[in-house]
């Protein structure tokens, strides 16, 4: 492809994109595909000569629009959002032309260069404590991450290390394998799946803690299970404080849990995956309060502050941790300027890395902080309007407090009614929601996900879930009228969510 | 930002790279900035009300320019080719404006089924056995993984699974970490770093094998190793055949080694992260040999088949090892259409992943399979070119077999000659290279990078190494006229490499 047929090509997709996002409300949010639908559209290899891009512009219509679940769509309400905006695209298109892998300093300095700095600029604008900014030219600083489950695994390895090291220091006569085997993780019922992955990966014990009431954490929780196992003769080495569970966006008590880790040695990790872009607003800090004693802490940008993904911001205190678990290679890929500037792939899982600090850069600078700090209280504000219409139907229950842009709620009565709710709302695919359980009772998760979600829209949704609780109930009262049981009717539905979280950690 | 201001603003960035990589022979391949050079030049907190967009794009040469490192130009010769390309380009823009997370099947059925049906393609391109396909109708199929490093580690925590699995079934009064500690992994010494990272990460014994005099790994050193094992009551479970390594671009005997890796049930991952592009010219698919006899197979289009990064191509005859390593959600994140379908999130180490296959799909559609096997050959051919210039100085050697992009060579003499060849080459900018040293030979290594390199570009590059070598001789016999000595001379050298490899792996 020369040139020339590029910009045409692209400015082509340019304006595509465009009247795909301006018009994304009238599309049915909700594929109504089946499994295998795509395979006979194209053909079965790849073509010999160059099909024309216009053609490859016209089959994205045919092709690809028809099994897509329309993620920025005000009718999406499901997981919990991931970002996408305009001044992000813009950047991929200059980070796909630079294309260069910033493994090291002298790769591109750069993209190592910017990803520091941008670390720095939202470091501040979360008012983090200055340990965690390479600004405060202390060892720490800040890198982007794929995703949170890797920025859980990071921390975990570099928690490991830490272990390793202190323990091998009062007991050189044990092996690796011996101390690792008594190293224990701990996080709360309520965390995400991928932290329990990242003990699995790491090969390591953790445990899962019970939450409170308020599906939180508490310190006093994990300081008991902390003394079981100190008393067991094991070693407790890491923690997981959540801000902003994917169930019901419960924050974990971290000015609690920060105290019991400080006290007995153990790297405190906080993932605030969704939640984090919240504290960019002051009045929403208060739930990061006792960040200061964190080791590690993590948002992504690409959830809910509109830097596409991938982009996953996370910040160590002291990064040489996990630096020195990674490095496998100290006797190459040296460069002369090794030591005065990260060479970032020694922070990471993988060893390639895009140009992703661009997307930070321009979001940042295009937005400006006060629209972004708009963006967050809209979203909220928009699900305190939701919460409200919930609460204004006696039908209906809230089960939990509602902080952010996520409202959990479900009828009142059986679970198998709630279950039947979801189906028949995400079976006519207008808009989207996806389930969760706690303690065995089921509900709805309604998320406000998209950058274009007005009140009208929010209208919206609640008619479509009040409309179909409306046909539910009738139904059911039709089918007892009819000597008929509620169970009978339940059995219909086969879409059955069972555990204890229902989002992406991505 | 608006719509109509993203439309300007993104076709004007359109001119804007198009003209950057149109004219990227004119920039200075290596840039000349200190570390820290970044800071200065932008404020230190993020504005509150939004910079105009015209700001941004002048930034970019301003800020960004001056620090990157040229990866696509004819003079960028370091490491191994990362991919950039206009099709690929224009695919990023509707991948980040679906911006759909596909960690399931109904997350966007478009982005699972797109990208099975593409690895169907890109397989059938290889002439891959049909048992590593999903049209087979087997339980094979591929995926596309963030990197190779990753596709490493996935493979290998399959095949501990597999391990554990049969293990048990024979002691099942062995625990977990018995087995664990009685695992052995396999892979050659002139095999990529992330090798020996992924055993790190998994928690497992990695032995790295001598080489034979041609750098390649051989049945039967691998089979004397695993034979030893067992006699120590080892379990051998793993091994990692590359095919192309990054030192030399040697490929390790895959024909011997699957025999004896399928004579002790040993799973057998092959790393062709760059050399696997070739595999679409059948004349390069002798190198493959054997292939039959792996577990799983993966290379980068992102690195040498003209598709952004990030796109690491691999495939699995039974990818439900790694599925159920990997699952450790089975009660959620539940679709009625489960099991039809891959969910792509069992399959690697992230929970997110964005819409790459369409990446893929433009790029095969838009080059067409022919046009992608000249751009190999192309590739292929201007090494040999550098070779024949390299062979017709009596001063160089070229010290191993040239059969893909990529050549080493060296001044017939010390490594202290070649270390300061090198340190002048990369002092001037005009051309990059890195060096890599095996048994104790430092070499340089210039690989064909760019799709827009021609012969005048290596012709360029030729002289710029042969003069630079004149200037080093000159100079040294001018120093021993003055009756200095070489070691002297040599003093100055401070950019020094050690170890076996100097390449990506992403």
Known sequence: MEANQFKDFAKEMVDYVANYLENIRDRRVLPSVEPGY?????????PQQPDKWEDVLEDVERVIMPGVTHWHSPRFHAYFPTANSYPAIVADILSGAIACIGFSWIASPACTE???VMLDWLGKMLDLPPEFLASSGGKGGGVIQGTASEATLVALL??????????????PEWTDAEIVDKLVGYTSSQSHSSVERAGLLGGVKLRSLPADDKHRLRGDTLREAIQKDIDAGLIPFYAVATLGTTSSCAFDKLDELGDVCNEHDVWLHVDAAYAGSAFICPEFRYLMAGIEKADSFNFNPHKWMLVNFDCSAMWLKNPNWVVNAFNVDPLYLKHDQQGSAPDYRHWQIPLGRRFRALKLW???????????????RKHIGLAHYFESLVKDDDRFEVTAEVLMGLVCFRLKGSNETNEMLLKRINGKGVIHLVPSKINDVYFLRLAICSRFSEKEDIDISWREVSATADELLNTKTACQANGQTNSKVNGQVNGKVNGKVNGYHS
Chains 1, 2 share one sequence.
Not at 158 to 171: D, L
Not at 362 to 376: A, D, P, S, T
């Open 114 to 116: 910017l990803e520091v």
């Open 362 to 376: 321009f979001v940042l600078r295009l937005y400006g902080i006060e629209n972004l700090q708009k963006h967050i």
């Open 158 to 171: 570099g928690a490991k290390a830490r272990a390793i090291a202190k323990v091998k220091g009062e007991h």
């Open 38 to 46: 795509l395979r006979p559209l194209i053909p079965e290899t790849a």
